[in-house]
């Protein structure tokens, strides 16, 4: 009876070692423990490990894209100072501060690096313990993306978004935080869905027409990385207006068919459409270079400027 009793106590504690593996296993494939790792990185001064689980680079490259987009729009719609040296004098400013973007985004790659190497990276919204990253880590996944939010008291709440890289997670956009007293948008606007080719009013006179993707294959000196491949998207700007205005192309993101985001890269197809002026009644037309995985489609193109637009094969 003894022996009996032994061997099913055996047996269930088998059970609950191998329920334990299987639960374990789990854990460390979800979008919390990803977090836990960076912050264990921060910890341990391992800016190796910090890259793993975050795309330093892409991240500094949508933040910056994000802000000078902000910045761009604010600028566009302050009417306070009507004197036209005023205005010329904001875009110029604006335009020195986009023609920085490389240096910008060098300069905080480097300023990363540097707070995790000597322990300065801000650790605020930090957990206290394994069990806290799952109860103030929240996730919601979408296939292989993940939207993450950590909700901390007192505090702003801090989201980015993760894609699955098989067996761990790692963070490549950001979401910046917005004051109230300079929000654009109503919380109950909505994304216009719009085909490719289709001329759509974005507000205050202006009108935004995009083209379909279409693979780009160089034949100078910028090319893809290896694996990669070129998407250029055909742009045209219109300022039906009787003044001339200024036009940003930090508002774009391609969307690919694995639910990835893409901010343009540096040369690419001609001619290129740079954020810029354009006179009353102007119009410009240009493209935007994307690079993407050789495996990846392209899916859509969406403007989120003055208006929230998605352009698509088809409309929803």
Excluded: C
């Excluded at 329920?19 to 912050?39: D, E, N």
């Excluded at 719609?77 to 986009?98: A, E, R, V, W």
């Excluded at 292989?144 to 989201?159: F, R, S």
């Amino acid at each position: 009876m003894g022996k009996k009793i032994a061997f099913i106590l055996l047996g269930i504690i088998g059970i609950l070692l191998i329920v334990a593996f299987a639960g374990w296993q789990i854990i460390k494939v979800s979008p919390q423990y990803s977090v836990y790792q960076i912050y264990q990185a921060t910890s341990q001064h391992d800016y190796e490990k910090f890259k793993k689980y975050v795309d330093v680079e892409g991240i500094s490259n949508n933040v910056i894209d994000k802000a000078l987009a902000q910045a761009t729009e604010s600028t566009a719609k302050d009417t306070s100072n009507n004197d036209p040296f005023y205005q010329l004098g904001q875009s110029i400013g604006l335009g020195l501060i986009t023609s920085m973007k490389p240096q910008l985004k060098e300069k905080m790659t480097t300023e990363i690096k540097k707070a995790v190497e000597e322990g300065t990276f801000k650790t605020d919204y930090k957990p206290k313990n394994i069990v806290g990253y799952f109860n103030t880590v929240q996730a919601k996944k979408d296939g292989k993306v993940a939207t993450v939010t950590i909700k901390t008291q007192g505090k702003d709440d801090l989201t980015f978004k993760m894609r699955d890289l098989g067996g761990y997670w790692q963070i490549f956009d950001m979401e910046l935080p917005v004051p109230e007293a300079d929000a654009t948008k109503s919380p109950t606007e909505t994304t216009y869905q719009a085909k490719y080719g289709e001329r759509v009013d974005i507000g205050r006179g202006w009108y935004l027409t995009v083209e379909a993707p279409a693979e780009y294959k160089p034949t100078g000196y910028s090319t893809p990385k290896e694996g990669n491949k070129y998407v250029a998207v055909k742009i045209t700007y219109e300022n039906t207006t009787d003044a001339p205005d200024s036009y940003s192309t930090y508002n774009f993101k391609l969307k690919d068919d694995k639910d990835f985001s893409y901010s343009d890269t540096s040369g690419g197809k001609d001619p290129r459409i740079d954020s810029g002026d354009l006179e009353a009644n102007g119009k410009v037309t240009g493209y935007m270079t994307f690079e993407i995985p050789q495996d990846n489609e392209p899916k859509s193109l969406v403007y989120s400027g003055s208006k929230s637009v998605v352009f698509s094969s088809t409309q929803k």
